[in-house]
């Protein structure tokens, strides 16, 4: 993959992302839903490893990046590298928050927050349905 996740970018039509994602990826991914705390299959996970997009592969998130937060999700305090994700303004759910998306294939991963650990200060509080981990050894 190139060095700018949007040289690689992931155009599909909604009946490709539903036919590809299970119904949860999908309420996520796609329509910016959330899991519910400590229910997803990453927020107590120390195993170290590469965290990649559930939608198309990009890595994004590293376990030496990773923290407990103590929210139920999987928080990270930055990204693998500049631009593989992005962010918008959410005022959805009457708040102000900022959404991260992937920056190749526009899938909702979750909000950044800037109560994080240094040396950002940010959390990147992130849904694990919307990850795919690869253990380090794979």
């Excluded at 599909?12 to 796609?30: F, G, M, S």
């Excluded at 910016?32 to 705390?37: C, F, K, L, N």
């Excluded at 918008?88 to 294939?105: K, L, P």
Aim: charged residues 25%; negative net charge.
């Amino acid at each position: 993959m190139s060095d700018d996740p949007k040289a690689t970018q992931v155009d599909k039509t909604d009946a490709e992302w539903r036919a590809e994602l299970t119904p949860e990826q999908y309420r996520v991914l796609r329509q910016q839903g959330t899991e519910r705390a400590f229910t997803g299959a990453y927020w107590d996970n120390k195993v170290s490893g590469r965290y990649l997009c559930a939608g198309c592969g990009a890595e994004l998130f590293g376990s030496e990046h990773k923290f407990d937060s103590g929210t139920g999700w999987p928080s990270f305090w930055q990204p693998t590298t500049d631009g593989v994700v992005a962010v918008e303004r959410d005022t959805s759910h009457g708040m102000v928050r900022t959404e991260v998306h992937c920056a190749r294939c526009g899938s909702h991963l979750g909000h950044v927050f800037p109560d994080g650990p240094r040396p950002t200060g940010e959390r990147y509080c992130i849904n694990s349905v919307s990850l795919e981990f690869v253990a380090e050894d794979q």
